[in-house]
């Protein structure tokens, strides 16, 4: 960009402010600490990787020229063991950094536990699928030698294979399956096929005889009511009423 109009560029002021403020030359360095680096090749300003490298390196040398220098000179230069520095950032600062740093460490760990966990569902896929191949092949052997071993029988002069061995299910390669055929007077879900409705044993004569008293005493259905409801025959009779009562009084006056 070129410069404005009312721009200064004052050079002999510039340097004699440069003199005010730079060392003398008669100083010790160890109060300046400067050193001098020479670059050994031109890098490219415009390549951000290429700088930063050049700036690292540079800074690693002077470190290695300096340490050196200090060593030869004799002056401490490393942090004593008792030496307490504030920290730049503040420990609230550094809380909300380590926080992030565990929830960024926690989220890779619950991806992992989850990638794990879709790794050991396929393995249990593969493994049941390979199970019900194992188990189908096995099934279909049975079947060809039971078939196999009823040829040999019926061409050694048996007429009918299944003489001495009943016929097996799953010939046919059918599966057992459950009969549809119904019981009269059992219905779908009686487990006991009926004979819970029918009764048996000691006790059910029993319980007849119980349910025989009840129904002479209670009833067993319909108007109930009116057994105990007062007629005009009841209403006079006074026989059933304070039975014992002379005898309290007289007990009383004594």
């Keep these: 960009m070129e410069p404005s109009k009312t721009a200064i560029y004052n050079r002999e002021g510039l340097v004699e402010k440069l003199e005010d403020i730079s060392w003398p030359e008669n100083v010790d360095w160890m109060h300046k600490l400067c050193l001098d680096i020479d670059q050994e090749k031109e890098v490219d300003v415009n390549d951000d990787l290429a700088r930063e490298l050049a700036f690292y390196t540079q800074a690693l040398e002077g470190t290695r020229l ?5 060593q030869s000179m004799g002056l401490p230069f490393l942090r004593p063991p008792d030496y307490y520095a504030e920290m730049v950032k503040t420990d609230a600062h ?14 890779i760990e619950e991806a992992e536990e989850r990638r794990k966990a879709r790794e050991a569902k396929r393995i249990a896929k593969e493994v049941q699928a390979e199970k019900l191949k194992e188990r189908a092949k096995q099934k279909k052997q049975e079947i060809e030698e039971v078939k196999k071993w009823r040829k040999q029988r019926q061409q050694s002069g048996f007429k009918d294979g299944k003489d001495s061995m009943p ?6 390669g059918k599966a057992f399956e459950r009969s549809s055929k119904k ?10 096929g009926g004979k819970a409705k029918q009764g048996g044993g000691k006790g059910n004569n029993k319980n007849k005889k119980n349910r025989e008293f009840r129904d002479s005493k209670f009833g067993f259905g319909g108007k109930k009511g009116m057994k105990k409801q007062n007629t005009a025959e009841t209403t006079n009779d006074f026989r059933a009423f304070n039975k014992g009562g002379a005898a309290g009084n007289k007990k009383r006056k004594r």
Excluded: I
């Design 94 to 107: 550094m809380q909300k950094v380590k926080g992030k740093l565990l929830a960024q460490k926690r989220q």
């Design 66 to 70: 300096a340490f050196d220098k200090f």
């Design 183 to 192: 019981r009269p007077g059992v219905s779908p879900g009686d487990r006991s």
């Design 167 to 172: 016929d097996l299910g799953f010939e046919d």
